[in-house]
Structures are given as structure tokens and as C-alpha cells.
């Protein structure tokens, strides 16, 4: 273990000397499209007028959609919070103006989608009132800077949205930052002239990031077609107080991904499925750190971006600082933008930005160009031809991956092979579908086929919840009707048990010989022994019909001893009395109890179960009581067939029925006073 | 509102066309052709033009029957250079039946019925070449010696009614034509080479006939030289890459010299190996072609390598004078495996970089 740490360690170093030496590495593949950032390199950052209403979307970033904290109809100033961020992955957005909350509704936004998101609508007063600062310095608490940053919604403006101070906020030990100026997509010089004209606001974002980091090697890459912005940023560097490689890389797209610019810069690869931060790299980009160094020194949020307008179809192209929410269309318009019936507006590049659906769709943090292409400038691909296998696509794929076999697979949805050849550490760069000959949407497939994947995943894992849930179900069910089981064959044998101690006889048939000799014996005194033989005879029917509902073999033994036993029956009789008594004590504490233990607690549903069975057996008893009264009255009478018959065992049935749906009852009202009582 | 065009990333595609991949293959083959004719006569153009028109008549025929679009899939270029390639390895005053059978088979059955461009296996031309040696070995091993080894001279109209009539207009058959100015019939110097071996000659001794000069077989040097030119060409346009041709002639190198080395006298040399027949046609425009050769470098190398160790092995111990055609249609064979186990490292999952 220590022999591994050392040689890691001893790596680590060749790797800083290497560095240091000015080495740099390759990434496999990559391609050279044109870049057409003439028309815009040289032109200077440039304000637009305030629009009449800004559109300030809730998604502009990756993650959760913020939260709005300002209502309809609110007056704000510039830089007040709108919405806080939601969660982890989520950023927080900003006023870029003073105005008027005019509206938060569904609106168009920039996003490849061209759905509608949450949006909060502000009119500006053309004040543009900034609210009070309270500006922190560089040897502020890591915890306030990485605060100040959060609330200041600032995300990855290079494109890509991640929320910033995620990526800031890492225990991982740092070897290298990363400050991503490389720009390597077509038509995009944003950054370019951010880097030409604002260099020492990157630089302080710069010594901010490397306060809170701590890294042993901070290195500002820039693709060597840029030379001013090179210049720029040495020169800043040099003033800083802290030591910043500004580093030169060839002009190779897409050398400006994070993945290959790490492997440009250190020769480290970020392994699959892992972070930067985990080979000790964070990356961030240019625009970024000057909006840190914003938020932090200026307490200035991000309010506005640096937006590339360009294209064939715009007159007056540029580089033009916007505030956040001015929408694409007024932007176009100051470009002089001349509309044909068929266009493209591209946000981002041409390689991996998106066509926008809805020009009434706002600038957002991350829309860092706005392409204004003719049809013949970006012309549609032309039909799809059968892959001829060239592997021109493999050679170029920064990730090395092996695009036309992934096409095959895709086609096919062999979702198995598609996983087998790493189809998610495509990163949809577009390398391998510019070089196609036949014109494949290569990207657009593996698209696809990564949403395929993804949702069978979803599907699946749900289906198997609900597999799991019901096989659970089962089970406990089972258990349950187990338990139950087991319950009432302990308590039949308990019964048994009593019974062959008291009489041998079944329960039902002793009740009723007890009330038959307690009858007997409180007319004993008036009467002849005949009368004696009557009531014999009775308990002895009783006993048989009881022995018709029950089990036949005890009453039938019973029905012929039962004046030899008149005394036990009595003491069997106090014992049931006694016995009931003891249960409706029990039932009502237990009643007591739960409800008391219920108003803390969730509901117990083993409890609630063990109430129902008492309130049944509860009502099971009433029930018998109710029989026997019925048939104590019933003796009264004179015939004694007549009596027999008049014990109805359907009338018996319906008042147990009745009875149970009584306690039910009961037992529902309780248990929602008790659900009633937890809320 | 404004019509926006929506279409998916990426906007702008690189100018490369598989149209325009066909087209330098085919433009590359000039010098070789030219050099083919400049030793051996028309018949080469005149085959090359039966294999074409035939070439693009069963392609578009196929095509309807598949109820496919024919304009899109014809102007891929595809089936006109199937058809060149097999045209130029047919033998220059072979019947014109030849080349239509060839060229049909390799487009019909090699090509389409595999599911057309880009699904077949095997190389198509090579196909049609394989079926045509196998089933009329006579007319295709009837290659005409060199011109200036000839006592003939062949007029425009003798290529033509010797293609259509099997006779020149002076009433000369193939078989005559092939008589040296001693009346012995000349091969090709591989054909020649195999033959003498056979009857007990050394290659040193074999080498001595006419058909030979200093530097191999008279004319084939410099076809191969030829058609190599026109490779190096397709490596600077970018349109094949060096794996394959390298891999070939590197390995072809590499075996016929150790072959050469221990058993000097019943075989060739590689120069011999490398500069007759169809080594540098084969290397540089059969072996490359993409749809049936493996896709990655490493497994370019390695199909190259098998090719090379084939010509050579057929060449020496195989029943046939040359062996191009088995060789690619043999590898064409292992490309599945190759491609499986030569897959490259994915970024982030090598291991040794983290």
C-alpha cells in the first residue's frame, strides 16, 4: 500500500516536472472544421440597450430548476436573488436589472428542447439600481466565498451550465486547475475577447478558485489560434500574485472538452464514469472565473454574459455583453439580423450547439453564441448513405471509441453491444459525424439510443420495485394468514383444554346446561320432580341443537349427565361471568391504550388487528349471551318442541352478522379518531 | 413567425463523400492503366469498358428489384469502380462474355444480395475475379506477353474483333497471339515461374527466359510501380490509410525473403514477389477496400499481414500462378474476429492512466 502511494506520488511528480517542461499531450483523434471566427475576433465587447422585458428562466443550468422568492408585481433591484437554488445541483438567479416583477409563467427557452419552462418576467425601470454590496477579499472565509458564489448563480458559462460552486466546493486534493480558454468550436469568440480585453478578472477569479482549491498547478489553456488572447493572458498572469501557466494548445476540436483538455494539459484520463475532481483536476472556464472574481470582489452576480452574434444572415456581427433574459430575437435585431424563409439560428457552435426552436427564446447563462446561419452556409446533411466502414469516424473520436460500430448497434437496439462498446463515454462531440462520407447522424443515433437505454433502464428498475413490493406483499401476507393460523389453534387448544378440565364438553352445550339448571333449580322448590324431567329434556334438545351448529360428539355426552353436574355448572358459570368481565376490562384498557399510544404514534397495525379479533370476539360473546337469553326466555314457554323450534338458527346468524358489523364499525371509528388524532 | 430549420448537432459536415471516395480510387488507377496498355495493349481499356457498362446495368438492375433508389445508390460510384477494378484484372483479349459474367456475379451476388454497398463480406471484384479463374481458368490465365516481346502488331479493330470473335481481323486466335517469335506460348512470369519449377528448373535457371528482364517480369515491374504511384496517391488524399498497404507488402516482404533465403532456388525473390502480378494493384486498391477490410489501425495491420503471409504461401505452394484474389477473399473472411479483438481503448477506461 505504501509502495503503491509512493510510486502514485512519484508519478504525480513526473507528471508536475513534465508540466513544468511546458509538455503537453494528445488526445486520440479530433478534427480540424473551418473555424469562421474571423468575422468576430477582432471586434470589440459591445453593450446592446436595455430591453423592454427580460425573461429570466428558472432552468437555466443544469439540475433543478430554481425557486422563486419574489412574487407578481415586486420591485427589485439589480443583483437581488429571484430565485434561490434548489438542492445541490441547482443555481440561483438573479436580477440583472432594477424594474418590476411583471409576470412568472411558462416561457420559451433556450434549450435544445423547445419546451416552455417557469420563467420570471421582468420589466426593467431603466434605473438599473444596483441593491447594496458587501464585497468579500480574498482572505475572506472559504465557507462565505463558496456562499457568495452559490447565491450569485454563477454556472459554467463555457456551455455547459454546471452549477460552480459544485465543483469548488470538493474535499478531493487539487493538483492541477484548469482554466479552460480553448474555444475550440467554430464561430464562437466570446471568450477570445473576454481573455483580449478582461484578463485580470479572470486572473483574480483565478487567485479566488486557488484559494478555496489549494492546487499545485494552475494552467489557463487556450487553442494557439487565438494569439491575442494568449498574449493577453500572459500579461495578467504576470501580474498576479500567484504563479499561473498560460498555456498555448494546437487547434484541434474538441481539445476544449473537458475530458481532452485534461488530457492535453497532465496526460491523465478521467476515468469512465468519473469526475475530474477524483484525478485531483477541477476545470473551469474562462468566463466563469471572471464571474467569480465578480461575485466575490465586486459583489456583483452574474447579471449579464458575452454573447457571439454571428452568422451570414447578420449584418452587424459582434460581441455583445447582454443581460440575462434579453431575448434572442431583440439580440438578433441588433445585429441586424435579415430573415430568409429558411434559416438556422444555432445556440452555441455548429458542432455541438443546438438549433433553436423559438426565436422568442431568452439569452441565458450559458448561451455563449448565436449563429444566424443561411441554409447554404450550415446546408441540412444530405441523405443518409450506408456506412461503407471507412473508419474515418474511429479515427477521429476523442473518446476512441468505435462510431460505426455503435451505429450498427444503435440500428439494431442492441442495447447489450451498445453498453459493451461504452456507448455513454461518448460525449457527442460530432467528430465522427463531420468526417462521415455518407453523411450518417452518427451523434443523433447514439442520442437516441442513449435515451433508449436509459428509459428501459427507468422501466425496469420501476418493474422490478413493483416485483419486489408485490412478492413482499405476498409474503407478509402469508405470514400473517400463518400467524392467524397459528393463533387460533393455540387458542381452540387453550379452549380444549379448559373444557376437558371442566366437563368434557363443548362450551356452547355447557352454557346452555347451565342455564337450564339454574332455571331448573330456581323452580325446583314449587315443583315435582316431573318438572325435573322437563327440564331435562330441554337442556338435553338445546344440547342437541347446539351439538347441529357445533361440534355434535361433546354435547351428546353432556345432554344425559347433566343434573348429576348441576353444581360444577353454576361454578362454570361464575367462571364465564368472571372470564367476561376480566376481557372487557382488558378490552377497554387496550382500547385505552392504543389510543393514548396512537395519538404519539403512527398507528400500530398489529394493534389495530388485535383490537378488531377482541371486538369480535366481543361480539362473538354477545352474541352467545343473547342466544342464551333468548333461550332462558324461551323456556319460559309452555311447549317445549314449539321453543325449540322458535330458536331460529337463521335469526341466531343474522345477529351475529349484526353484531360483527357493529363492532366493525366501532372498530373504524376508533382507528380514524386515531388517524384524525396523529394529524 | 420565422421558419427556423431545426436539425440535430453537428451543423456543419466535413466535405468528404463516399462518392468522392469511389472517385479518387477510380482517378488512381490511371497511371496503372496506363501502364497496362503502354505494355500489353487496348484490350485493357476495352475490358475495363465491358466491365463498367455491365457494372452499372446489373447495379441499377438489382436496384429496381430491391425497390431501391437508383440514382441515390448509382451515384455512389461503387459499382463503376467494382466494375474498373475487375476490369483491369482480366486479361486484355479475353471473350467479352467474360467480363460480363464477372462483373454481374460480383454486383449481383457478392454485392446486393449481401444487402448491397457497404454489407458485403468479400470484396466484390475479387468475387467476380475468384469465380471467373475457378470457372474459365483457360481465358483467364491467357495473358498476352508483352508488347515488344510480340511478333504482332495489333491494330484498334484486331483488340475489338479478338474480344468479340475470339480472332484478330487477320484471323490470328488468342492462342496464337500468345506465341513467342521461337512458337512457344508465353505466361506471365509468376505463371512461367510455377511452371518451370514444376518441371524441375530452378528459378535462377527459369529467369533466363524472355519474359524475364533484370528487374522481374518484362512490363510488370512497371505496372506495379504504376499502380503503387497511384497508391501513394490515395495515402496523400487521405482516402486510404498506410496500415493495409504496408501491413501487405511488409509481410509479403518479410516471408518470401526468408523463404527466398533458405531455399534460394525453387523460389522467388521479393523483389520477384513485391513487383510481379498483382502485388501493388492488390495492396493498394483491393486489400483497402473499407467494407470488407477491418476497420481499426490495429486491425488493419493485422488483415494486411494475413494477406501478405497468403500471397505468399499461394504463390509458392498453391496451384494457382498468383494469388491476390484468395489471399483478400480469405482475409475478408477473419475481419469479424479481427475487429472484435482489436477494439480500441476507450478514453477513461485504460486503468494505468488515472
Redesign the interface.
Known sequence: MLSLLSSWSLELKTIINLVDQGHQWK??GG?H??SRKERTKTLAISTIEMPQQLFLSLSQHIGQPAVPVVAIGDTVQKGQLLAKQDGFISAAVIAPTSGTISDICQYSNCHIS?IETQTIVLTPDHLNTWRTKLPLTLTSDHQQILERIKLSGITGLGGAGFPAAVKLATKAAIEFLIINGAECE?YITSDDLLMQERGAGIVAGIEIMAQLLKPQRIIIAIEDNKPQAITAMKEAAKQSIIDIIVRAIPTLYPAGGE?QLI?VLT????????IPAD?GVVVQNVATSHAIANAVLLDEPIVSRIVTVTGELVDKPGNYEVPIGTSIEQLLIHAQFK?Q??????IGG??????????NAPVIKSTNCVIA?S?NE?P????E????????C??VC?????P??LQWFAKDQDHKKLND??LF?CI?C?AC???????I?L??YY?VAKAEIRQTTEDKRQADRAKDRFEQRNIRLERDKQERLERSKKAAEVRQAAMSKNSDGDAVAAALARIKAKKAAAEESSDAPNKDRVAAAIARAKAKKSAQTTSPEPAAQESDDIDPQKARVAAAIARAKAKKAAQQQKIDSSNDQSTNADTIETIDPKKARIAAVIAKAKAKKTLELEQANNNGNDDKSVTVADTIETIDPKKARIAAVIAKAKAKKALEQQQSNNNNDQR | ??????????????T???S??MASVMLATVPGVATLIYFFGYGVLFQIAICCLTAILSEMAILKLRQKDIA?NLK?N?ALLTGILLGISIPPLAPWWIGVIGTCFAIIVAKQLYG????NLFNPAMVGYVLLLISFPVAMTNWLMPLELSHVVLSFSDYISAIFTGVTTTGLSIHELRLGIDGITMATPLDTLKTDLTLGLTSGESMQKPVFDSLGGIGWFWVNIAFAIGGLALLKLKVI?WHIPVAVLGSLLFFSLIGYLLNPDSQGSSIFHLFNGATMFGAFFIATD??T?A???KG?LLFGCFIGLLIYVIRTFGGFPDAMAFAILLANMTVPVI?YYS????????GN??
Open positions: 488526445f486520440h478534427i472544421p473551418p423547445g467554430p475530458k488530457e496526460s491523465k484520463q478521467v476515468p469512465s464514469g468519473k484525478i430573415p424563409t429558411q434559416q438556422k439560428i444555432i455548429p458542432m455541438m450547439g443546438f438549433a433553436l426552436q423559438q426565436i446561419a441554409i450550415l441540412d446533411a444530405p441523405p448513405q450506408n456506412c461503407i466502414r471507412c473508419g474515418d474511429e479515427q476523442p473518446a476512441n471509441l468505435l460505426q460500430q462498446h461504452n463515454d457527442e460530432g459525424a463531420f468526417v462521415c462520407p455518407s453523411t447522424p451523434v443523433q442520442r | 413567425m420565422m421558419y427556423l430549420s431545426v436539425t440535430p448537432s453537428p451543423h456543419n459536415l466535413g468528404n463523400k463516399t468522392r471516395v441515390i455512389d461503387s448491397g454497398l457497404g454489407f490509410r473499407p467494407v477490410a476497420t481499426s489501425n488493419r475487429d477494439k480500441p481503448t476507450t478514453y477513461g477506461r485504460g492512466n488515472e
